[in-house]
């Protein structure tokens, strides 16, 4: 009896042991600090662009605007419908510029003349940062602050007195609002209208000393920019993070730091800096009336998602706010349809009903069933030394699925370097999804899209690892379809081609501005259109019976005559950004063919990821001849390599059949430049 007792007692302590919890892996560094976790859990935020530029109608404004330019329409600034805007639109906190390059401060600083207290508005007595702070507070949304570090107002920009006033509006600002949670700085820099560039910003700007007075009043203020950030830019402007996105970055005193890309990060950084994608819902940053009809579609809208939040990322998404102080309709409807979309293509989780497997578990707490129960502190793990795995999901019936989410308990570091999924066919045998991207980093999360396939089991292959897998979360998702609508271009033979987002879709246009209707003038062909007017288009798929939004797309004089002289490259007149002609003389003359009466032109750079070339300051010359070409403006496209959009440039009437756009100054002060497309402006 006493050895049968002990016998039991032995197998008892064994069953004991083998369902003990066993221990987490050891981390990865480096590792996110909680104020990172808090930061990369809201995934998206609003920026608000307002200020003086809104009433000047520019990008980058010099510093020298009389301040009774500052006049709302109808005397008012509506900043509770900012956030109530941005709320609907599912932003959790917003980012207001409080000073952007041109000096102007939207609140009455104690430092400078140049602010709301000496304009009209509200007699001198108004304060928009504060209006904002109590609207945010209001509605439950989180406040970030932007102090541009250039300023071409100020008289001693360049010197150490504009260093001492920047300091002093940065503890000004941090005193006043101390529940800050991210501060921006930008990296743009110069002079007035003049070029005045800063060699070494962090020695200037005193960086080192500003983040410690952020941090002291707001230490869980996360701190985009400058030289010591805790977040980076991820290296566009275009709403993008790469497919690899690593949440680390080289140390500064790394010899390897300056090779890194900011849109990839780095595998072996030595410093946690996750990616801040920052994008404006405009081609431009600030208000413009001509953009009314370049509002990102929620198309745009929608792969800007998956391709920032989707890829690792965080999005800051840029509102322009009007001269009436309101954010337009068109901008507030389209973002807030935006949201609504994102919300229905991730509703239902089909993973839920799932069985889930794994080639390898870690022990008890770390089973494959915490990458679906929903829960963010739990997840699989595989033993040590083991750095690859399969998790495997299967439905008790066939399932449609086009999504599928993925994500890392990156408290212990971000891991997997490379993964691809499959699908179960009807046959048994398991294939790749059609991917159309590559399947490299997770991180916090990683969104795929994919045309719907229809399955009995999905499985993942986590192929390599910086250590043990850590995977906290995997779902998947059937998305309703979503209408994109068509492009629309003008080839240099004056030809209209229109082209669907799929093969499918039927095209429905109309040539004279009015609204394209379903089974009315459909598209087969490309045809002439030569002649100033306006293109409108919508895709529609009739299994569905659902249409798209109304493309619409805006042509000037027909340019089948127009030549570029010295070539017989037709590419700035073919409608398609992604060909350009390259100059390497300083300028681009085009003879129009006969005479016209010009107002402006457009220049839009060439669309290709990583090209060069931009025009920075620019002349442009007309006259009725080639030698009699006078100049009729000149500026600058500001921003202009971070955002290389669309740049229109106005002038007085002029009769002309020659017209010279000149490179006075070329981005990074390269060699040549480049024309993507170009236009005119005609009376």
């Known amino acids: 009896m006493r050895t049968r007792k002990l016998f039991l007692a032995a197998l008892l302590l064994m069953a004991g042991r083998a369902g003990a919890q066993v221990a987490a892996p050891a981390p990865v560094y480096p590792l996110p600090s909680p104020e990172h976790m808090e930061w990369q859990r809201l995934e998206q935020y609003a920026m608000i662009c307002f200020g003086m530029s809104t009433f000047n109608d520019l990008e980058w404004g010099y510093g020298d605007t009389p301040l009774e330019r500052f006049a709302p329409i109808g005397g008012e600034i509506d900043a509770e419908q900012w956030v109530e805007v941005c709320k609907k639109s599912g932003m959790k906190g917003l980012l207001i510029v409080a000073k952007h390059h041109d000096g102007f401060c939207l609140w009455p600083s104690k430092y400078t003349d140049y602010s709301v207290k000496n304009t009209s508005w509200r007699q001198g007595k108004g304060d928009l940062l504060d209006d904002i702070h109590k609207a945010c507070q209001k509605h439950g949304m989180k406040f970030a602050l932007y102090l541009s570090p250039w300023d071409r107002h100020h008289a001693q920009y360049g010197k150490k007195e504009y260093v001492e006033y920047f300091h002093k509006q940065i503890r000004e600002l941090m005193e006043r609002y101390p529940d800050t949670f991210e501060y921006w700085f930008d990296g743009a820099n110069g002079g007035a209208r003049e070029n005045r560039t800063i060699p070494n910003l962090e020695e200037y700007y005193n960086y080192p000393n500003a983040v410690r007075t952020i941090k002291g009043i707001a230490p869980k203020a996360m701190i985009f920019g400058g030289t010591c950030g805790d977040i980076r830019w991820i290296g566009n402007e275009e709403g993008w993070a790469d497919e690899t996105n690593w949440a680390m970055m080289p140390g500064l005193d790394d010899p390897n730091a300056a090779s890194v890309s900011p849109t990839t990060g780095c595998e072996t950084g030595s410093m946690w800096m996750p990616g801040e994608v920052d994008v404006s819902v405009r081609p431009g940053w600030y208000y413009h009336a001509a953009e009314d009809n370049k509002v990102k579609s929620v198309a745009q809208l929608v792969d800007i998602y998956y391709q920032s939040v989707g890829r690792n990322a965080n999005l800051l998404l840029s509102f322009c706010p009007d001269r009436h102080g309101r954010i337009h309709p068109i901008d507030s409807v389209r973002t807030i349809e935006w949201w609504k979309t994102i919300q229905r293509e991730l509703k239902d989780n089909i993973l839920v009903h799932a069985k889930v497997t794994a080639d390898q578990v870690r022990g008890q707490g770390f089973e494959a069933s915490r990458v679906s129960d929903g829960r963010s502190d739990t997840y699989w793990a595989t033993p040590d030394g083991v750095s690859a795995g399969v998790l495997t999901f299967t439905f008790d019936t066939p399932q449609k699925v086009n999504r599928l989410l993925l994500q890392e308990y990156i408290e212990l570091g971000q891991r997997v370097a490379s993964f691809k999924v499959e699908y179960q066919t009807s046959d048994g045998t398991f294939v790749p999804l059609p991917l159309t991207e590559k399947t490299t980093t997770i991180g916090y999360k990683r969104i795929l899209r994919f045309n719907t396939v229809e399955t009995r089991a999905l499985r993942v292959n986590f192929e390599r690892a910086r250590g043990p897998l850590c995977i906290a979360n995997v779902e998947a998702f059937l998305a309703p379809n979503l209408m994109v609508e068509p492009a629309i271009r003008r080839d240099a033979d004056d030809r209209i081609v229109l082209t669907a987002n799929d093969r499918e879709s039927e095209i429905y246009y109309t040539t004279n501005g009015s609204v394209p209707q379903v089974g009315k003038n459909r598209y087969t062909k490309p045809f002439v259109f030569n002649k100033r007017g306006e293109i409108k288009a919508i895709a529609y798929d009739k299994n569905f019976k659902k249409q798209s939004e109304v493309a619409t797309q805006k042509f000037d004089l027909p340019m089948r005559r127009f030549r570029l002289l010295g070539t017989d490259s037709r ?113």
């Open 571 to 683: 590419n700035l007149f073919d409608g398609d950004p992604h060909t350009a002609d390259w100059f390497t003389t300083g300028s681009a003359t085009i003879d129009m063919g006969e005479k016209h009466t010009l107002t402006g032109i457009t220049y839009l750079p060439e669309q290709n990821r990583w090209t060069s070339g931009y025009i920075h300051r620019y002349e442009v010359w007309a006259g009725e001849t080639e030698a009699s070409q006078k100049k009729v403006a000149e500026g600058e496209f500001s921003n202009i390599k971070n955002s290389p959009t669309l740049r229109e440039v106005r002038f007085a009437p002029v009769k002309a059949r020659f017209i010279t756009l000149k490179a006075i100054q070329i981005v990074d002060d390269v060699k040549r430049f480049n024309i993507g497309e170009f236009s005119v402006i005609s009376k």
